[in-house]
């Protein structure tokens, strides 16, 4: 049994509902209420997850809510009090993306309705997708920030991942922006020269393939021993990637619809020819204590 302190709560009003769009389309409700103290810190938004979860708590414009944060620190909603003294109302949700008018669609999965943009090349989806390709578990450049990589954006050099390796091409405006100088320049063009050569999985989830992440692109590095052709190869005779294990259909669709789509393919071989996938060391072991057997890791470790 464990005991925790209770959550400290708040009561406010709710003001507006936000739909934040991420790189996979998914339209997320963000909650923007009279701004609360909790725990040491002023909130005044919360995600709202999903259009399921704006429908089990009715939320709609002047309700009165009860919020939290999550392990003292995630802002949520515990409570719509004005709900539970009236008949539910339905909640609104968009129609087209904010960001580029395409009409929407609830996608329906695991008893959860979620909103998408179904748009592929929606701009809206770009400064996600750029901050996915960047991150830390793809091709790890670091000081490309969310602010830097949007002022690039809105300057018009970064379409394409490709253009990233391009930058060197406005290094005399990128040194006169704010924030920048020759010192942070050269910073910046070392940490993306570095990541010219990356494993294969982290190119994988660099891609920002929807439902292919650190842990699927790892089962299929692994599958395809780390050789990017054996992965085309398969590609080109239309694999069933349900053989791997954990792998649904959802996930090998992802895969070939991804691919099929000219402009993502095109882009994808643009990236290939700046950027160099590491040849994998793989190694059958056949001998170790840990064959057949179980191990849990837990913790710090």
Not at 112 to 122: A, E, F, R, S
Not at 258 to 271: G, I, Q
Request: aromatic share 10%; proline share 3%.
């Amino acid at each position: 049994i464990a005991f925790k302190f209770e959550d400290e709560t708040a009561d406010t009003v709710l003001r507006d509902i936000e739909w934040s769009l991420g790189r996979t389309g998914q339209l997320t409700p963000v909650a923007i209420f009279d701004p609360v103290e909790l725990e040491g810190t002023v909130i005044s938004r919360a995600s709202v997850h999903n259009l399921s979860y704006l429908r089990d708590y009715d939320l709609n414009i002047g309700d009165k809510i009860k919020v939290y944060k999550a392990n003292m620190i995630i802002p949520q909603i515990f409570k719509n009090i004005s709900a539970q003294s009236r008949t539910p109302k339905g909640v609104q949700h968009p129609t087209v993306c904010p960001c580029c008018g395409h009409p929407v669609e609830i996608e329906h999965v695991n008893n959860t309705d979620t909103v998408y943009c179904v748009n592929p090349h929606c701009d809206g989806k770009k400064l996600s997708l750029f901050e996915h390709f960047v991150s830390k578990p793809a091709m790890n450049i670091d000081g490309l920030s969310e602010a830097t990589l949007n002022r690039f954006i809105e300057h018009g050099w970064l379409n394409t991942f490709a253009d990233i390796y391009k930058l060197n091409q406005h290094k005399t405006d990128i040194v006169k922006m704010d924030g920048f100088g020759t010192a942070s320049y050269n910073k910046l063009w070392n940490a993306i020269e570095n990541s010219k050569s990356v494993s294969f999985d982290k190119f994988l989830v660099a891609l920002g393939i929807p439902n292919i992440g650190k842990t699927a692109a790892k089962a299929i590095s692994q599958y395809c021993k780390g050789n990017i052709e054996q992965f085309e190869y398969l590609l080109n005779q239309d694999f069933d990637w349900t053989t791997l294990d954990d792998f649904g259909q959802v996930m090998s669709d992802s895969i070939k619809q991804w691919f099929k789509d000219a402009v993502n393919t095109r882009n994808y071989v643009n990236l290939l020819n700046v950027i160099q996938i590491q040849k994998a060391d793989v190694k059958e072991i056949t001998n170790s204590a840990f064959i057949d057997k179980t191990v849990v890791v837990t913790g710090t470790l």
